[in-house]
């Protein structure tokens, strides 16, 4: 009996493969009648069509139940993009971005919606809120702070008027790229970014192009577009930017520190959708202000520490009014769904000229 060669057994087993297509892409459609019949109920219930917590409880599940060889990041990658496709047949989500195409900020909402959500692309953070806010989107996607060069003050500022309120948030790894039409650093005259951007690479940017002139722009994607018109200019940008405007990647990851992250932001109106239920791993996000006499800053942490509620984030923004007040943007562990973190935000209201609650969201890890 002759063995099968190598060509033989790869035939067979793309056999096997196609075959187990077929089934899947049965099984997929199988899944998204059903989804679609649930988008009839829910939009005769008036419920939201959009449940990030219901996206994590399927996830986690399938994550538990997995055993291999698929790694359970890889299966939440998956599941996430079935699930966004099925809920493009219910009602596809609008989500209002920083553009151009090729923003880490559209790779942000792309891992927390699936890639079959309706992307609207915005000249900035401002317009990202306005967009949300208006209706035209009914969720945004925000820069909030950097591991590096810390917060993103104008999404703070827009924040303290806007009627929307954050939802959920994603943490990416950022890898920041020299882009160009060339494949040299040499004749690079301009380099345009986000100044997030030229301030995480600004020791890179002064060791390998000293001469070259540091332009801000809206965003690193607009940076790469505007690289693509002129062969001396480069942008600093991701790969998925890259891509989009054909140009070399000529230093990868030009970031001066390597564990460099962004915290982005999910925001929606409370009637597109409420605060998320606890789950178990949450921040809640509020602003304050106190009135302007000594020690009051430090009476704000008296009611976290009595209930033992730790603080994660606080932040100071000038209150613009010329009398040297500030706001005060405080993130802290757990939901005000739970008792101890309840009592403690009722008794720092009570310390506060101004108060708002800005969210309460499951944390991305």
């Known amino acids: 009996m002759t063995q099968p060669t190598q060509s033989d057994a790869l035939a067979a087993l793309r056999v096997q493969i196609d075959a187990l297509d077929q089934q899947l892409l049965s099984l997929l459609n199988q899944r998204a009648r059903v989804a679609e019949e649930v988008g009839v109920i829910k939009r005769h219930e008036g419920s939201p069509f959009f449940r990030p917590d219901r996206v994590a409880q399927v996830i986690e599940k399938?994550?538990?139940?997995?055993?291999?060889?698929?790694?359970?990041?890889?299966?939440?990658?998956?599941?996430?993009?079935?699930?966004?496709?099925?809920?493009?047949?219910?009602?596809?989500?609008?989500?209002?971005?920083?553009?151009?195409?090729?923003?880490?900020?559209?790779?942000?909402?792309?891992?927390?919606?699936?890639?079959?959500?309706n992307l609207i692309y915005c000249a900035d953070f401002d317009e990202v809120f306005h967009a949300t806010a208006a209706g035209t989107a009914q969720f945004g996607v925000v820069g909030m702070e950097n591991s590096t060069e810390?917060?993103?003050?104008?999404?703070?500022?827009?924040?303290?008027?806007?009627?929307?309120?954050?939802?959920?948030?994603?943490?990416?790894?950022?890898?920041?790229?020299?882009?160009?039409?060339?494949?040299?650093?040499?004749?690079?005259?301009?380099?345009?970014?986000?100044?997030?951007?030229?301030?995480?690479?600004?020791?890179w940017l002064s060791q390998h192009?000293?001469?070259?002139?540091?332009?801000?722009?809206?965003?690193?994607?607009?940076?790469?577009?505007?690289?693509?018109?002129?062969?001396?200019?480069?942008?600093?940008?991701?790969?998925?930017?890259?891509?989009?405007?054909?140009?070399?990647?000529?230093?990868?990851?030009?970031?001066?520190?390597?564990?460099?992250?962004?915290?982005?932001?999910?925001?929606?109106?409370?009637?597109?959708?409420?605060?998320?239920?606890?789950?178990?791993r949450d921040c809640t996000s509020l602003v304050v202000s106190v009135p302007n006499r000594p020690g009051a800053v430090h009476d704000l942490l008296v009611p976290l520490k009595n209930n033992g509620v730790s603080m994660t984030r606080f932040?100071?923004?000038?209150?613009?009014?010329?009398?040297?007040?500030?706001?005060?943007?405080?993130?802290?562990?757990?939901?005000?769904?739970?008792?101890?973190?309840?009592?403690a935000l009722q008794e720092l209201q009570g310390l506060c000229a101004f108060y708002k609650v800005l969210g309460a969201y499951p944390v991305n890890e």
């Open 150 to 203: 810390g917060v993103v003050a104008r999404s703070l500022d827009l924040f303290l008027r806007s009627p929307v309120h954050v939802v959920g948030e994603v943490s990416l790894l950022v890898r920041h790229n020299l882009l160009r039409q060339l494949n040299t650093l040499d004749g690079i005259e301009v380099v345009m970014a986000h100044p997030q951007a030229l301030a995480q690479c600004q020791n």
């Open 315 to 343: 932040e100071s923004r000038p209150a613009k009014s010329g009398q040297w007040e500030y706001y005060f943007y405080i993130d802290i562990a757990g939901h005000p769904s739970q008792p101890h973190v309840a009592a």
């Open 209 to 280: 192009l000293p001469k070259a002139e540091k332009r801000a722009v809206s965003s690193n994607a607009e940076g790469a577009r505007l690289a693509a018109t002129n062969p001396a200019w480069a942008g600093i940008a991701s790969e998925r930017a890259a891509a989009q405007f054909g140009l070399h990647i000529v230093s990868h990851a030009v970031q001066d520190e390597a564990y460099n992250r962004t915290r982005f932001a999910v925001i929606a109106l409370p009637q597109t959708l409420a605060m998320p239920p606890a789950s178990g």
């Open 62 to 117: 399938i994550q538990a139940a997995n055993q291999g060889p698929l790694l359970n990041q890889h299966v939440a990658s998956i599941w996430r993009e079935i699930m966004s496709a099925c809920l493009a047949l219910e009602a596809p989500q609008r989500v209002a971005v920083l553009g151009p195409q090729g923003t880490f900020c559209e790779q942000a909402a792309i891992e927390f919606f699936g890639s079959a959500a």
